[in-house]
């Protein structure tokens, strides 16, 4: 078993900043990659970022690229989402999750574990 703990989210105004963290715990040898994810009400759940754990670069959807940032923190067992520039439509349940597939990895259904969420608001 993983536990994923997410926490940072709150409420911004239209142009600023958030990161968020994702703490993982437990059996973690199997992890290959960890992503973002958020949902907004009536919304299916979207592929943000996702990062290798052992190396490459990260991978993004274009709807954040130049704006999100995926990082980590191997000795912390931590991976962050630096949210720049953010706008109403941003506003959602974000939710790291991991995977065990190997490769750059977006559909939902791929990951193992999800974290509980944390909301984002962000006021216009």
């Known amino acids: 078993q993983v536990q994923l703990v997410e926490s940072g989210g709150g409420l911004v105004q239209a142009g600023g900043s958030l990161r968020l963290s994702c703490a993982a715990s437990?059996?973690?040898?199997?992890?290959?990659?960890m992503g973002w994810f958020r949902q907004a009400p009536g919304k299916e759940r979207e592929f943000l970022a996702t990062?290798?754990?052992?190396?490459?670069?990260?991978y993004y959807a274009d709807s954040v690229k130049g704006r999100f940032a995926i990082s980590r923190d191997n000795a912390k067992n931590t991976v962050y989402l630096q949210m720049n520039s953010l706008k109403s439509e941003d506003t959602a349940v974000y939710y790291c999750?991991?995977?065990?597939?190997?490769?750059?990895?977006?559909?939902?259904?791929?990951?193992?574990?999800w974290g509980q969420g944390t909301q984002v608001t962000v006021s216009s």
């Open positions: 437990g059996r973690l040898f199997n992890m290959y990659g």
């Open positions: 990062i290798i754990l052992s190396g490459s670069r990260p």
């Open positions: 999750a991991t995977t065990t597939q190997i490769g750059i990895v977006r559909s939902p259904s791929a990951y193992d574990y």
